[in-house]
């Protein structure tokens, strides 16, 4: 009898997981029933990748992004195979999107794989056998999957402010081609939120309307501005041994004064003085901390380097590190290697500069609250002081936590209620990061049951790049190694 495995949700994730499948033998691939569940929309695409404005970019060169990480390649030669300019750094969304979607056909077309267009609904659990149930509108799908594969990455909404159902509120721009169908004649908008969403939305706005656009966010920062330069770099800290050595370590733990020292050796090693130094020399909140991107656009591009390459090394360091010592990184480096890990194109800073120069965009600081009333929204800011707007966009992100769990999609919300899994104290479901299983505080590890790509955004440390969710979804299938 064939093993029969789901894998529900056909986005990056889903993708990912195929990909690990297909890199089986074929002996073994013989062996498989493999089913793949998404709605038309999203199937071989995913909610980033779905068709929309072409000034939505992605925040990754064309060289620096595949469907297939072992192949990086493969996009510039798609690209090149049907006649779009490759002199590009980036293209938009919907572009690659395409490219997914072609490259989704072709391994469908190897593999044993039955598609089904629907999402699913719920699952069921059979502890005796081991193996679960699926239901897709409410209705029993006729086979019994001996495996897995949670892939759904559509999360809930951040809502800062509680705003939900107000008018002239929207939680969610994406897609962002629907604000076209609203009216912005005259309008001034607040755009919660200052990272790649954010910007997105800042955008098109500024290229589309004449709407006066205002942002804000806790701390104003906005992403860095990826500086694309392809300067060797050759690592003395962050180095595969000495990674090797930590996981390797009798005791199993991490600790922040471990990345203390690493840290100041490699900040020390490539020019720059201590992170303190560094966070205030070349990071700034605002429209400074954009000017600042092109005023040292090599410091910037080694610290963007330095951000990826401590996302690679928390991979699998973040879950040895104690709650306190996450909690210290947090404080003391979390939003900046954020921002310079996840960076803006420059030409999307450049529009947002311009605006800034014109006077059609500017941020608002200190904000403490948002109030709805008769001409529109109130945002009020500290020693009582507010600013009125028509609009307010929301554009802060997703996340699965324990306050907003109830408003996640119904799978998620069955998984939660039946105890099939957990909310990690880090947001998104606690799955064990060297094989992606999922976690349950019923049954411990659970059969057949793993979980991959934003799903588990919070237990693996920045899991938000196409190459490092791809890589994650190889470790569900050991046997390839």
């Given at each position: 009898?064939?093993?029969t495995?789901?894998?529900i949700g056909?986005g990056v994730s889903g993708l990912?997981?195929l990909l690990a499948?297909s890199r ?5 691939l013989?062996?498989?029933a493999?089913f793949?569940f998404?709605d ?7 909610i ?6 072409d000034?939505a970019?992605i ?5 620096d992004?595949?469907f297939?990480y ?8 798609w690209?090149e ?7 590009l750094?980036?293209v938009?969304r919907?572009?690659?999107?395409q ?7 072709l391994l ?8 089904i267009k ?7 659990y059979?502890s005796?056998?081991q ?7 409410d209705?029993l799908?006729?086979?019994?999957f001996?495996?897995?594969?949670l892939?759904c990455?559509?999360l809930?909404?951040?809502?800062p ?5 107000k008018?002239?509120y929207i ?6 081609k629907?604000?076209a169908?609203?009216?912005w ?8 939120g200052t ?5 997105d939305?800042i955008k098109w706005l500024l290229?589309?309307?004449?709407s006066?656009?205002?942002a804000?966010s ?6 860095s501005?990826?500086i ?5 770099l050759t ?7 000495n990674l090797k050595?930590f996981?390797?370590?009798?005791s199993?733990?991490?600790t922040i004064a ?9 900040l020390e090693?490539?020019?720059f003085?201590n ?5 205030e020399?070349f990071l ?7 000017k600042l991107?092109?005023?040292?656009p090599?410091q910037?591009?080694?610290?963007q380097?330095?951000?990826?390459r401590?996302?690679v090394?928390l991979t699998?360091l973040w879950?040895l590190?104690s709650?306190?010592d996450k909690?210290e990184?947090k404080?003391?480096y979390?939003k900046?290697?954020i921002n310079l890990?996840?960076p ?5 800073a ?5 605006a800034?120069q014109k006077?059609?965009?500017s ?6 609250t948002?109030?709805?009333n008769d001409e529109?929204f109130?945002i009020e ?5 507010h600013?009125?707007?028509?609009r307010?966009?929301?554009a802060t992100?997703?996340q699965l ?5 109830t408003?996640?999609?119904p ?6 209620n039946?105890?099939f899994c957990q909310?990690d104290?880090q947001g998104g479901?606690t799955?064990?990061t ?5 976690l ?8 057949g ?7 588990v ?5 920045q ?14 299938f050991?046997?390839?190694k």
């Amino acid at each position: 009898m064939k093993k029969t495995i789901g894998i529900i949700g056909m986005g990056v994730s889903g993708l990912a997981v195929l990909l690990a499948l297909s890199r089986k033998k074929e002996k073994e691939l013989k062996q498989l029933a493999i089913f793949c569940f998404d709605d038309t929309v999203h199937f071989g695409r995913g909610i980033p990748f779905q068709e929309d404005v072409d000034s939505a970019l992605i925040n990754s060169p064309i060289n620096d992004i595949s469907f297939d990480y072992r192949h990086m390649s493969d996009f510039m030669d798609w690209l090149e195979e049907n006649y779009y300019d490759t002199n590009l750094t980036y293209v938009s969304r919907t572009l690659y999107g395409q490219y997914l979607s072609e490259r989704t056909k072709l391994l469908l077309d190897k593999l044993p794989v039955t598609v089904i267009k629907t999402r699913v609904d719920k699952l069921n659990y059979l502890s005796d056998e081991q193996q679960w149930q699926v239901y897709i509108q409410d209705k029993l799908f006729p086979v019994t999957f001996d495996e897995l594969h949670l892939a759904c990455g559509a999360l809930p909404v951040i809502e800062p402010y509680h705003l939900e159902g107000k008018t002239d509120y929207i939680k969610d721009p994406y897609p962002i081609k629907y604000l076209a169908q609203e009216n912005w004649k005259g309008k001034t908008v607040a755009i919660i939120g200052t990272g790649l969403a954010a910007i997105d939305v800042i955008k098109w706005l500024l290229l589309n309307t004449q709407s006066s656009v205002k942002a804000f966010s806790r701390t104003n920062y906005f992403p860095s501005v990826r500086i694309v330069n392809d300067l060797p770099l050759t690592w003395h800290f962050f180095t595969n041994d000495n990674l090797k050595a930590f996981l390797s370590h009798p005791s199993k733990t991490f600790t922040i004064a471990d990345f203390n020292d690493l840290m100041s050796g490699e900040l020390e090693h490539l020019g720059f003085k201590n992170w303190k130094n560094t966070t205030e020399t070349f990071l700034s909140p605002g429209i400074d901390g954009l000017k600042l991107a092109f005023k040292y656009p090599k410091q910037l591009y080694l610290l963007q380097q330095l951000a990826s390459r401590i996302t690679v090394w928390l991979t699998d360091l973040w879950p040895l590190m104690s709650l306190s010592d996450k909690k210290e990184y947090k404080a003391l480096y979390g939003k900046a290697i954020i921002n310079l890990r996840n960076p803006m194109p420059d030409e999307s800073a450049k529009v947002i500069l311009k605006a800034a120069q014109k006077g059609t965009f500017s941020l608002i600081n200190n904000v403490k609250t948002i109030t709805k009333n008769d001409e529109g929204f109130s945002i009020e800011k500290e020693k009582q002081n507010h600013i009125s707007v028509d609009r307010v966009i929301n554009a802060t992100g997703y996340q699965l936590n324990t306050k907003n769990w109830t408003k996640a999609n119904p799978l998620l919300k069955s998984l939660i209620n039946q105890e099939f899994c957990q909310i990690d104290d880090q947001g998104g479901i606690t799955i064990l990061t060297e094989n992606a299983q999922v976690l349950s505080p019923k049954y411990g590890p659970m059969p057949g049951l793993y979980a991959h790509g934003a799903l588990v955004n919070g237990v693996v440390y920045q899991n938000n790049s196409t190459i490092k969710i791809q890589q994650m979804a190889e470790r569900a299938f050991s046997d390839n190694k």
